[in-house]
């Protein structure tokens, strides 16, 4: 609007305006619909929502080198009082801009909010999403598509983070076409990289190995470097779920080396914690620890719940092999934490699991069995591989009780081709502290895993309770 310090001044000593201890200013909210009434009787609405939305729109655009630095966490604090100017200025721009005006801000935007695992970015792409619906057809640009099939890829992408996959799925799948249709290469390959998600966050790593590899081809811009680090974490973790270790070290290395080339602490953090994850998998569990909690102090810092969860989780896995029970409960207790502050679904089956897994080393398998079926109270309905794995504590706990079904149990998930490797860690290692525990144990009787999940849903248990530290 053009005010300046003189205005403010004279605002703030007519109470019309309040100035906040953090420098910014406020207003009542009656007095704000008052004035928005007012604004509108005098006909200058549309003028001053336009110069609001480019005065916003243009902080998010001289943001975008640091977004992509060391600088990030320190930008993305300054912006964060103004999310809701961003979302509204956001809102006007995709309803009257014209698309060459919006395309810039959609990228920067994604940074900004998804890929800083914010809480706020599926609402703020829910509701930008819907202010790109109300565009009327004719104030599209020619052959250029839609802005709301332009929006969609962000909206999915945001929706597929928090594991919200139907919805991903069904918000790319609508706008694909016309993409595909319009020769939009970036946000095609958006579009498949939010399936891959989706897959992935599903346990159906052997089908988003497509996706993802399709995604990654066509990310090789200087502007996409950041997402292309995100993508890459993904494809690696599909590979390393499919039992490719080499492939997935190439494609976590690779995240990380572009990460660390930025300096972006949040990419690089989540970065360090997925090749921590491949000290895992060679069970080099002393030095995947190391890893998972400087990329724990990296998202404290930041923070960043839901890296916070992600280093933690990953954290109790490697303290149960490495016998240190008690961590491994305390890691997993913060880490449910973070997970339930994000609504992070898929992280909050795995952290369940591990709280189970943490019970049974520290010999308290009544705990360990409520968490093992809250874990598979959350599995997707066709999760099978995530279904084993959430069995894993249930089965564990009968076996320390003494039912010789539990250890029949164990063998026959460790058994299953369907359990990845990698997935099976810890209930490979149930099996071995259970089999020494029975005198003479019987061969392997023919389990039903599929029937014993069910019935052990459709009986009564109690929930379990958030361990204290």
């Given at each position: 609007t053009g005010a300046g310090a003189a205005v403010m001044a004279d605002l703030v000593a007519r109470s019309l305006v309040r100035r906040r201890v953090d420098g910014r200013y406020e207003i009542h909210e009656l007095l704000r619909q008052y004035a928005q009434a007012e604004l509108v009787a005098s006909g200058r609405e549309a003028a001053t929502r336009d110069a609001h939305?480019?005065?916003?729109?243009?902080?998010?655009?001289?943001?975008?080198?640091?977004?992509?630095?060391?600088?990030?966490?320190?930008?993305?604090?300054?912006?964060?009082?103004?999310?809701?100017?961003?979302?509204?200025?956001?809102?006007?721009?995709?309803?009257?801009?014209?698309?060459?005006?919006?395309?810039?801000?959609?990228?920067?935007?994604?940074?900004?909010?998804?890929?800083?695992?914010?809480?706020?970015?599926?609402?703020?792409?829910?509701?930008?999403?819907?202010?790109?619906?109300?565009?009327t057809s004719d104030m599209e640009d020619g052959p250029e598509p839609a802005v709301r099939h332009l929006v969609a890829p962000h909206l999915g992408f945001a929706l597929a983070i928090v594991d919200d996959n139907e919805a991903a799925d069904a918000v790319v799948e609508e706008g694909l076409p016309f993409l595909e249709a319009a020769g939009r290469a970036d946000e095609v390959a958006m579009c498949r990289m939010v399936q891959g998600i989706d897959r992935c966050n599903r346990n159906e790593n052997e089908a988003a190995l497509e996706p993802l590899t399709v995604a990654d081809a066509a990310f090789h811009g200087p502007e996409h470097r950041l997402l292309r680090g995100e993508l890459l974490t993904w494809l690696g973790w599909a590979r390393m779920l499919t039992d490719d270790a080499a492939g997935a070290r190439e494609a976590f290395e690779l995240a990380y080396d572009l990460c660390d080339g930025l300096g972006e602490p949040l990419a690089t953090a989540f970065a360090l914690s997925k090749l921590a994850l491949l000290e895992d998998f060679a069970g080099n569990y002393e030095d995947a620890l190391e890893r998972h909690l400087a990329a724990f102090a990296a998202f404290e810092a930041a923070d960043n719940a839901g890296g916070v969860g992600y280093a933690l989780s990953r954290a109790s896995f490697t303290a149960y092999c490495l016998g240190r029970h008690q961590a491994a409960l305390d890691f997993a207790q913060a880490s449910y934490e973070g997970f339930s502050e994000l609504n992070h679904h898929w992280g909050l089956i795995l952290v369940t699991a591990r709280l189970g897994f943490a019970y049974l080393g520290l010999e308290r398998p009544d705990e360990a069995e409520r968490w093992g079926l809250h874990s598979l109270e959350l599995v997707h309905a066709d999760d099978r591989a995530g279904k084993l794995h959430s069995l894993g504590p249930v089965a564990g706990a009968m076996a320390r009780r003494g039912d010789i079904l539990g250890l029949q149990m164990l063998r026959a998930i460790v058994a299953d081709e369907e359990l990845p490797q990698f997935l099976g860690t810890q209930i490979r290692n149930e099996l071995a502290v259970a089999e020494p525990r029975f005198d003479e144990p019987p061969e392997v009787d023919q389990v039903d895993l599929d029937a014993t999940i069910k019935r052990l849903l459709e009986r009564p248990h109690p929930a379990p309770a958030l361990p204290r530290a």
């Open positions: 939305a480019r005065a916003l729109c243009g902080r998010l655009l001289a943001s975008v080198g640091a977004l992509e630095s060391s600088a990030s966490v320190e930008v993305r604090a300054r912006l964060t009082p103004d999310y809701g100017n961003l979302r509204a200025a956001m809102e006007w721009a995709v309803c009257h801009w014209a698309v060459a005006e919006i395309e810039p801000l959609l990228l920067p935007a994604s940074t900004l909010w998804t890929m800083g695992v914010d809480p706020v970015a599926v609402e703020m792409w829910t509701t930008i999403a819907a202010a790109a619906r109300e565009r």
